[in-house]
């Protein structure tokens, strides 16, 4: 099953933390403490962006229907347009790995209540 815009906005918003806004004309933005981003909707049209892990970066795009995340890459960003070249399952994987590296580079006594089990 392929998820939608709102699937990937509700489970972003219930990972721990979790908050949402829109920011450069439009794109939303989920975050946690504070300001620090884990995914981007609509970055560049019906768009999906979010970070990963940098030793799996070139792996995930070689794959069809995912790119490196414009101004983001470097920070090991991919991009996906709707409707998302992955499954449920993996997308909401990768998503929850991308809030927990954000977390992992948190102050460590701002992660307590942050981290998942794994």
């Not at 721990?16 to 981003?37: H, L």
């Not at 993996?90 to 460590?108: A, I, M, N, T, Y």
């Amino acid at each position: 099953m392929k998820m939608t815009e709102e699937h990937v906005a509700t489970f972003c918003l219930s990972l721990p933390g979790a908050r949402e806004d829109y920011k450069w004309g439009g794109v939303r933005v989920f975050s946690i403490a504070g300001n620090k981003m884990f995914a981007l909707q609509n970055l560049r049209g019906d768009s999906l962006a979010f970070k990963v892990d940098k030793d799996l970066f070139l792996g995930h795009v070689d794959r069809p229907g995912i790119h490196p995340a414009p101004y983001l890459a470097r920070a090991q960003w991919i991009i996906m347009n709707t409707p998302y070249p992955l499954g449920a399952e993996e997308l909401r994987g990768l998503l929850r790995r991308s809030h927990q590296l954000v977390v992992s580079k948190l102050p460590k006594r701002t992660q307590i209540g942050l981290r998942l089990e794994d």
